[in-house]
């Protein structure tokens, strides 16, 4: 039986698309073996990189000056990875950090070892707005109080903040590039590449599986990492050798391009964002309206894709989860560093699961509440 996997990633992934992994698992279009086991130099191979390309070129009207990369070391990776390739782009060895929860925090500390790095904005402390007092992290730094240096490599952004539940698409156009980790809320909305100069994601949420990241650059910002990068990791090299300078994880790319052929059956990013805004407002309009559940995030910031909320009695979380395991509800319990519950709500989750996540928990306040 398949449940309703609400996950943070890897996350629930549309049952057709697992289905036709399978039925190709031995035999690949007739070719007697499965991906897995391809040269990824052969010609089938490299059609399947070349569509999987092309179609997530198409999905996200990425510009033809922007190169399309599949780069190894997940998200995280590129923590390191980004300030190695760019921080000397103009001589300066400085980038801007934009503070909006655990992820940017992370992204800030690992380049900390790379340059001189500081903080362009920060949602770390409370904010009175609307009469009340947003707690950290609850809330986004809006872009007209950032203070970035016209001198710095680039400015950093996380466009989604996977644990807090905090989501902030609208990048303004700034003289320094902005580098975006798109991780948990790529594909479920436009991105406006006139603004953002660099985008990555791991693709273990709205990508398939684990095991790359995917990464749109401006081809003016490649061949310029540092000598100390790994040259497997030069995202110069990497685009030279169209993702392929070394093995890559063949599978990983194999699945996400069969995502993104799901994308396009689904009337693409367009169709995605509107499902999206849907089922999030649903979630969002229920927990609104409750005594028994909260949701603590400013109204402006909130995610679409990752909903964290709190049982107002938290001794009742334990039989929360239990019971919504055995519902077919699965893998709700919030972040460790927040507490409560979060159902991630990526594209592959339909309404009907968010639905059914919402008469559960209209049950159980009605038997605990
Ligand atoms: N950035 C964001 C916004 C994430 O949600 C995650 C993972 O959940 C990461 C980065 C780290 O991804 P990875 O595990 O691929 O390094």
Same mark, same amino acid.
């Given at each position: 039986?398949? $449940?309703?996997?609400?996950?943070?990633?890897?996350?629930?992934?549309?049952?057709?698309?697992?289905?036709?992994?399978?039925?190709?698992? &031995?035999?690949?279009?007739?070719?007697?073996?499965?991906i897995m086991?391809m040269?990824h130099?052969?010609?089938?191979y490299?059609?399947?990189?070349?569509?999987?390309?092309?179609?997530?070129?198409?999905?996200?009207?990425?510009?033809?000056?922007?190169?399309?990369?599949?780069?190894?070391? @997940?998200?995280? @990776?590129?923590?390191?990875?980004?300030?190695?390739?760019?921080?000397?782009?103009?001589?300066?060895?400085?980038?801007?950090?934009?503070?909006?929860?655990?992820?940017?925090?992370?992204?800030?500390?690992?380049?900390?070892?790379?340059?001189?790095?500081?903080?362009?904005?920060?949602?770390?402390?409370?904010?009175?707005?609307?009469?009340?007092?947003?707690?950290?992290?609850?809330?986004?730094?809006?872009?007209?109080?950032?203070?970035?240096?016209?001198?710095?490599?680039?400015?950093? $952004?996380?466009? =989604?903040?996977?644990?807090?539940?905090?989501?902030?698409?609208?990048?303004?156009?700034?003289?320094?590039?902005? $580098? *975006?980790?798109?991780?948990?809320?790529?594909?479920?909305?436009?991105?406006?590449?006139?603004?953002?100069?660099?985008?990555?994601?791991?693709?273990?949420?709205?990508? @398939? #599986?684990?095991?790359?990241?995917?990464?749109?650059?401006?081809?003016?910002?490649?061949?310029?990492?540092?000598?100390?990068?790994?040259?497997?990791?030069?995202?110069?090299?990497?685009?030279?050798?169209?993702?392929?300078?070394?093995?890559p994880p063949t599978y990983?790319i194999y +699945?996400? @391009?069969?995502?993104?052929?799901?994308?396009?059956?689904?009337?693409?990013?367009? *169709? +995605?964002?509107?499902? =999206?805004?849907?089922?999030?407002?649903?979630?969002?309009?229920?927990?609104?309206?409750?005594?028994?559940?909260?949701?603590?995030?400013?109204?402006?910031?909130?995610?679409? #894709? =990752?909903?964290?909320?709190?049982?107002?009695?938290?001794?009742?979380?334990?039989?929360?989860?239990?019971?919504?395991?055995?519902?077919?509800?699965?893998?709700?319990?919030?972040?460790?560093?927040?507490?409560?519950?979060?159902?991630?709500?990526? =594209?592959?989750?339909?309404?009907?699961? $968010?639905?059914?996540?919402?008469?559960? +928990? &209209?049950?159980?306040?009605?038997?605990?509440?």
């Amino acid at each position: 039986m398949r $449940v309703w996997n609400f996950s943070a990633g890897p996350s629930m992934l549309p049952l057709e698309v697992l289905e036709q992994a399978a039925a190709e698992m &031995t035999d690949w279009h007739g070719t007697g073996m499965s991906i897995m086991e391809m040269s990824h130099r052969s010609k089938d191979y490299m059609g399947v990189r070349d569509e999987a390309e092309a179609d997530l070129r198409a999905l996200l009207s990425v510009p033809d000056d922007f190169a399309v990369l599949f780069v190894q070391g @997940g998200a995280q @990776g590129q923590n390191g990875l980004l300030p190695l390739n760019l921080i000397q782009r103009n001589g300066s060895g400085k980038a801007d950090y934009v503070l909006s929860g655990s992820w940017s925090v992370k992204s800030c500390e690992e380049a900390q070892r790379y340059g001189d790095i500081r903080v362009a904005g920060t949602s770390g402390q409370s904010w009175q707005d609307q009469g009340k007092e947003w707690a950290p992290w609850t809330w986004f730094p809006e872009p007209s109080q950032w203070d970035v240096r016209p001198d710095a490599a680039y400015l950093h $952004v996380c466009t =989604n903040e996977t644990i807090g539940g905090v989501e902030f698409n609208d990048i303004p156009k700034l003289d320094v590039p902005v $580098v *975006a980790d798109v991780s948990s809320n790529i594909l479920s909305c436009p991105i406006d590449f006139s603004r953002v100069s660099v985008a990555y994601a791991g693709a273990q949420k709205n990508a @398939g #599986m684990s095991g790359i990241a995917l990464m749109m650059i401006r081809r003016d910002l490649l061949g310029h990492a540092m000598d100390l990068c790994p040259s497997a990791f030069n995202y110069a090299n990497i685009e030279k050798q169209q993702s392929m300078f070394n093995t890559p994880p063949t599978y990983s790319i194999y +699945m996400a @391009g069969l995502m993104f052929k799901w994308l396009e059956r689904q009337g693409g990013v367009a *169709a +995605m964002q509107a499902r =999206n805004a849907a089922k999030s407002e649903a979630l969002y309009g229920f927990l609104d309206a409750s005594e028994f559940y909260t949701n603590t995030v400013h109204p402006a910031y909130r995610s679409r #894709m =990752n909903v964290p909320f709190l049982l107002r009695d938290q001794s009742l979380d334990a039989l929360f989860l239990e019971q919504a395991t055995a519902a077919g509800l699965t893998s709700l319990k919030g972040h460790k560093s927040v507490g409560g519950m979060r159902a991630s709500i990526y =594209n592959a989750m339909p309404l009907e699961g $968010v639905q059914a996540l919402i008469d559960f +928990m &209209t049950d159980f306040e009605r038997r605990n509440g």
